[in-house]
């Protein structure tokens, strides 16, 4: 019948009516779960004694406008008609992967294919240029600057295979 459950549930009043009855018997006689019960209550007491956390206004309000931001975001018709549409959205953008499928999956493996190239690079002339601050700087802008010139190079390559003036 010792067990730090059977103190809690008592405690909580989780116990069906039976089993109260024989923890109360069992409490007169074990002084181990009456010394338990009492530090729970006081522990318990401790507790509910405790001032209550004042809230920031200025803090309420980012968390509210936060909220209202990703409610806006949901509120969009290209959200609203896909949660609305549920299959067909689904079937339909099947339907487009299956049309525009190799143009993506070709941009993608070009991307790809020309980032890996870029990163086999930088690692070579990493080892070759001697550690410090302004070529880490210097590294990462020219990094930066790399992936956007892929980003715009994609935007061609995708633009180009829309006209199928490339394939």
Request: negative net charge; charged residues 15%; proline residues 5%.
């Amino acid at each position: 019948m010792c067990c730090e459950e059977n103190v809690s549930a008592y405690l909580d009043g989780e116990l069906p009516p039976e089993e109260a009855l024989a923890f109360e018997q069992h409490l007169r006689s074990c002084a181990r779960c009456r010394e338990s019960l009492n530090q729970l209550q006081a522990l318990s007491g401790a507790v509910q004694a405790l001032p209550r956390p004042s809230v920031n206004p200025w803090l309420t309000a980012q968390i509210m406008d936060r909220l209202q931001a990703s409610q806006t975001v949901s509120d969009l018709p290209l959200t609203r008609l896909l949660r609305s549409w549920g299959l067909l959205s689904l079937l339909a953008f099947g339907a487009l992967f299956v049309l525009f499928g190799p143009v993506i999956l070709g941009f993608f493996s070009v991307v790809v294919k020309d980032f890996f190239l870029l990163a086999s690079l930088v690692v070579k002339i990493s080892r070759q240029v001697p550690p410090g601050a302004v070529n880490g700087v210097t590294g990462l802008a020219l990094l930066a600057g790399a992936l956007v010139a892929f980003y715009g190079f994609g935007r061609i390559y995708a633009t180009l295979s829309q006209e199928e003036l490339i394939s």
